[in-house]
């Protein structure tokens, strides 16, 4: 099945020519950037910053999904996430992207100038679909086994390219019937996967992208590049090209990473080649 392809914001998806989302955690304690930007201004100047060295799109998110993390409260996920969103809309007009699974943070968010609902756990919960339906934003669907909680104790899968397309797929469909006509889908690397459950899902990202929808990757610093290569997260960066050009080669649509400027020149460079 063909991707669809639309706009958010100021910017297209395409197949193959992956847009760049810049990551920025408003948290104390996410596993890659914990507390860095937790302090509002510091916030906007990174999300400026990110902007300036060619993200795309910027997610934001105020609840660490760290495995083993637990969760806060909305009222306190709001508190940080809403004057930094709302702080950055007026500097900017650079698509933002909630990332939160509570149907109230996903509303306010889009009423401080959010442009995208992304749900880890897969919009699993009606009130999200719901969310989603009245503020007709694009959503990314991702696919999460267990909670950050208990999501990385001993995950297993019958086959797990095959079980991952069948969640987003059954995901999709939901939200297709309550009208929600933009979505994008992410296989959740990381969230309850060993790291082969993690490669196979690469592998099979063609699998993936025959869904219909446009794929979004984040294998930004995750532990899978960590077991294969030994690298501590702050030295992945490498790993992580690799894993995020390989998905542009197989048809990402969007790349979600912490280290933008080299992500830009990366795929800079790989759109100058040409198609292979």
């Known amino acids: 099945m063909p991707q669809k392809q639309f706009k958010i ?31 509002r201004g510091r916030a906007v100047a990174h999300a400026l910053r990110m902007e300036s060295e060619g993200a795309d799109i910027l997610d934001i998110g105020g609840e660490s999904s760290r495995p083993g993390s637990t969760p806060v409260s909305a009222e306190e996920e709001m508190r940080r996430v809403i004057p ?13 992207s909630i990332d939160t699974v509570k149907p109230a943070v996903a509303f306010a968010a889009v009423e401080a100038g959010a442009d995208v609902i992304n749900d880890i756990s897969g919009f699993t919960n009606p009130a999200m679909v719901a969310v989603a339906a009245k503020c007709k934003k694009p959503v990314i ?20 390219v095959r079980d991952v397309c069948s969640f987003l797929e059954r995901q999709c469909r939901t939200l297709e019937k309550e009208g929600v006509k933009k979505i994008i889908v992410d296989t959740g690397i990381g969230f309850g996967k060993t790291p082969e459950h993690n490669l196979a899902l690469l592998r099979g990202l063609g699998k993936v992208a025959a869904l219909g929808h446009p794929v979004m990757v984040g294998a930004s610093r995750k532990s899978f590049i960590g077991a294969i290569t030994g690298a501590d997260t702050d030295e992945r960066l490498a790993g992580t090209l690799a ?3 390989w998905s542009a080669l197989h048809g ?12 830009r020149q990366a795929l800079d460079v790989l759109s100058a080649i040409g198609p292979p």
Request: aromatic share 6%; no cysteine.
């Open 243 to 245: 894993a995020h050009i």
């Open 9 to 39: 914001g100021r910017v297209s998806l395409k197949k193959g020519n992956p847009l760049i989302m810049g990551v920025l955690n408003v948290t104390p304690d996410s596993f890659s950037d914990g507390g860095r930007f937790f302090v």
């Open 141 to 160: 669907v991702m696919h999460m086994k267990g909670t950050p909680r208990t999501m990385q104790k001993n995950p297993h899968y019958g086959a797990v």
């Open 84 to 96: 930094v969103i709302a702080a950055i809309r007026k500097k900017t007009d650079i698509p933002i």
């Open 252 to 263: 990402a649509a969007i790349l979600r990473v912490h280290d933008v400027a080299a992500h």
